[in-house]
């Protein structure tokens, strides 16, 4: 019986050995990476909400543009060409922005919004090119704040309320890699669940895309 358990003991160290050492290379196989890119997407209903206000001077701005920051992590699985990858970025999208006078009263109202998607993918880089492909899985958490400053006969003030929410989302992009240490990705990446509604307003940052430069190490 004692040796039957030691037998047994040695055999599961043995294995936890092995899989710890194919971790091990597979880390040390890897590639850690740090990026920063620009983007467009999504869309907000401010012009359309302006148009239907009945009085005052009315004015508004927004863009779609966004910039961000990612961190990740790739490491091979079968061969050197087809990779397996996890990243967590975040990105800051442009401010949107009403406002409605009548003399000297006015009601001005921002939204600014933050999207950090964390995405598990699979690369397929093409033999003898540089060029790779990658698609992939993940959840994305949106959190947008509404700001509301006004001045009026009964006096002035700011409010701010912040809407958050977390979605699924698909992602695919394509990669140019000019060397070991640098390549600049084309990313899209679309959010189940990617608008966020305040009052009349609404916010949809669900279908996004950029370019993103990626500095290996």
Known sequence: MKKILLVCLMVFAFSAYAH????SEAISAGNFYLGLGVGAGGSNNIDEVMAQMPFGNRNSSSSNAFWGLEA???TPIISETQLLGLRLGVNWHSEAKSRVSVGPWFDE???TIRTIPLTAYYKHMFENSKFSVTGGLGVTFIS???TDTY???FGSGSVSVT???TSPHIAFGAEYRFS???GLS???RYAFDGEIERGDFRRDVSFVGGLMARFYF
Do not use: T, V
């Open 163 to 165: 809407d958050s929410r």
């Open 180 to 182: 070991q240490l640098f």
């Open 186 to 188: 084309l990313d899209f």
């Open 109 to 111: 109202i921002k939204n």
């Open 72 to 74: 990740g992590f790739e």
């Open 144 to 146: 947008m704040e509404w």
């Open 151 to 153: 001045y009026d006969s």
């Open 20 to 23: 710890a050492n194919r971790f």
